[in-house]
């Protein structure tokens, strides 16, 4: 199972990005092991002894990109040797190995780094190593980048503080304050909600300083699709929040009897449970067709784990037909169409009991022959195919390695991985052919109504124009 993901998984966890080979001709520059006390996500972080020491670079710290220590601190790496250090904000589950601490450093030694001549991107956009004021650098094989406010809170969100007693701390669990939404799509433009608590300090009995909740403010801010310019338009309240997908309850159409599900009383499925049972019924409406996504709850088991069937339909004017290749375990997200076919899209699969993942499927059912074939078993690099939209007759998706086999059966594996080299946003043509808009950015896809794609990230309102290639502003 995609095979040639996990080998560049397994590649970069071993040789760690393999950057020695490549900087062979690269500059040195003279870096020190700092002497300060260092913790990364409240541990000590012990440089005398790690393999891969935090450096210190023209008065500016340095930190190592290995495996390990990335994914801890809420990044993701890939390695190509075409392509080069691909680098991505996601905080997927994490093991609890840890790099060697089998060195023996020392703290008042100068030591070699190279600048590196290999391709970095981070965040789906290169770096040109050459105009920087602090470049990048490569240390025992491994890329280190400058913990400057670019990288740490722009790039990836970490929470520096240094002071002389205590040090350097990096912390890159979020301790946001609020978030932002997508409240409405126009042609021309779209409206974002941000909400943000405020908190007040207040002293403890202990003497100690706390915060309490001491109100909240709402930001309505406007991106403008012409100009990619996001600009704060107002401070009201907005109870509307915009959706990508058409969802229309249609319970009141279906109904069980004598063990058959019926719609508009005409039998659609037999061999369903007994006539107590409750029908949940959506309907996803596209242009010329729609698809009914259909559970149906046995009454005779009680709460909290009542059993239950799931049906999914493709609706043609008179006629309801079952989705055959639809499995049962995911969840019915959206329906689309193009001029060659229907698209039948998951949003997430139910692993054991109640626990779900987010692994994404898409169907495609052909217009003239009705043939099915499931999309994800076309692109042997993606596991999942999460749908974001129809514009000019393309299907766009983001697709993701998502995991191996074996994360896909553990019950508490909610989040997903992802292969920053192969992995990103997409559109399919109708020859199911897959053509690549940008490499992987965490974040909320949408597409416009004119088919410009789109990514926010709901924490810090960054916006990424994935079309043009381009950071809104």
Excluded at 384 to 391: K, Q
Aim: proline share 4%; with cysteine; glycine share 6%.
């Amino acid at each position: 199972m995609k095979t040639k993901v996990l080998t560049s998984i397994v590649l970069s966890a071993s040789l760690i990005f393999c950057g020695g080979s490549a900087a062979h001709a690269a500059q040195n520059v003279d870096v020190k092991i700092p002497t300060f006390p260092v913790e990364l996500n409240d541990t000590v972080y012990d440089n005398r002894h790690a393999e891969y020491p935090l450096l210190v670079y023209k008065d500016i710290t340095y930190f190592p990109m290995t495996y390990y220590l990335t994914r801890e601190l809420g990044l993701t790496t890939g390695w190509s040797a075409e392509k080069g250090l691909y680098i991505v904000q996601h905080q997927e589950p994490h093991s609890t190995e840890k790099d060697k601490m089998t060195a023996s450093n020392s703290l008042n030694k100068t030591y070699k780094a190279t600048i590196p001549t290999y391709s970095i991107s981070v965040n789906g956009f290169a770096i040109d190593n050459s105009k920087e004021k602090y470049p990048l650098l490569n240390f025992r094989g491994v890329t280190y980048f400058p913990l400057t406010w670019q990288y740490a809170n722009d790039e990836f969100n970490w929470k520096i503080a240094w002071d002389a007693k205590n040090g350097l701390a990096v912390n890159s669990h979020s301790n946001s304050s609020g978030y932002s939404y997508l409240v409405k799509m126009e042609d021309d433009y779209a409206l974002f909600q941000k909400y943000n608590r405020i908190y007040e300090p207040y002293q403890t009995a202990d003497g100690d300083t706390g915060y309490k909740l001491a109100g909240e403010k709402y930001s309505i801010y406007q991106l403008d699709f012409s100009t990619d310019k996001l600009t704060l338009t107002g401070d009201e309240k907005m109870t509307e929040e915009w959706t990508a997908h058409k969802r229309i309850d249609v319970s009141q159409d279906f109904a069980v009897k004598d063990g058959t599900l019926y719609y508009k009383g005409n039998a659609i499925q037999n061999r369903v449970s007994d006539d107590n049972s409750r029908v949940y019924a959506y309907s996803y409406p596209a242009q010329t067709a729609s698809m009914f996504g259909v559970t149906v709850l046995y009454t005779m088991q009680p709460a909290p784990y009542t059993p239950k069937e799931q049906y999914v339909f493709l609706q043609q004017g008179d006629s309801v037909k079952r989705i055959a290749s639809w499995n049962s375990a995911d969840y019915p997200q959206a329906f689309y169409e193009t001029s060659d076919a229907y698209y039948a899209c998951s949003g997430g699969r139910n692993v054991v009991s109640r626990w779900n993942n987010g692994l994404s499927t898409i169907i495609r059912i052909d217009k003239m022959t009705g043939e099915e074939v499931i999309l994800n078993n076309q692109y042997e690099d993606y596991t999942s195919l999460e749908v974001i939209g129809v514009a000019n007759d393309k299907l766009y998706v983001r697709a993701l390695y998502f995991g191996d086999e074996n994360d896909l059966k553990k019950p508490e594996y909610y989040s997903y991985k992802v292969s920053p080299v192969n992995d990103g946003y997409f559109y399919i043509d109708n020859q199911m052919k897959l053509h690549k808009v940008h490499d992987y950015i965490d974040g909320t896809p949408f597409l416009t109504p004119d088919g410009v794609l789109y990514v926010y990230d709901s924490e810090q309102l960054k916006i990424v124009n994935l079309s043009e290639h381009l950071k809104v502003e």
